[in-house]
């Protein structure tokens, strides 16, 4: 397995954590999990392109690297923002403002959209990779 796929396989994980957390009512979790699952693969992108990986849980600074890589990653500030907040909040005691279920279900999808697009990028005819995972649909 090349580095990329184990960065994708532990998002996976985190992503799959997420669907199983929304079913339990366990939303400041989703929202963590979601926020990893965007930090990997985006991280994943910058293994695969042969790019230094910054220690960062920033979502908008990855989105930057992989925007020098390939523009098309703009599109994916939107999502990048909603989600940045979640690798810390909700995870101390301190942090009372606890998600609900509209929020929990705006990570998914903004991770889910972060995460097929990636896979998308990979998957293209010219880096003669793939299928490598099947993306959410």
């Not at 979790?29 to 979601?34: E, K």
């Not at 910054?54 to 890589?69: E, M």
Request: with cysteine.
């Amino acid at each position: 397995m090349q580095e990329h796929e184990e960065w994708f396989k532990i998002a996976n994980e985190d992503f799959l954590l997420s669907k199983l957390a929304i079913k339990n009512e366990l939303y400041s979790s989703v929202a963590y999990h979601c926020q990893q699952t965007a930090e990997k693969y985006l991280k994943g992108y910058l293994v695969f392109k042969d790019h230094k990986i910054i220690k960062t849980h920033d979502l908008t600074k990855l989105i930057v690297l992989c925007s020098y890589l390939d523009n098309d990653f703009s599109k994916l500030y939107v999502p990048a923002e909603n989600l940045n907040p979640f690798s810390t909040k909700f995870r101390y005691p301190s942090e009372f403002d606890i998600p609900d279920l509209n929020t929990a279900k705006l990570a998914i999808s903004h991770a889910k959209k972060i995460m097929n697009f990636v896979l998308k990028k990979i998957d293209a005819p010219e880096t003669g990779q793939t299928n490598i995972f099947i993306g959410e649909k």
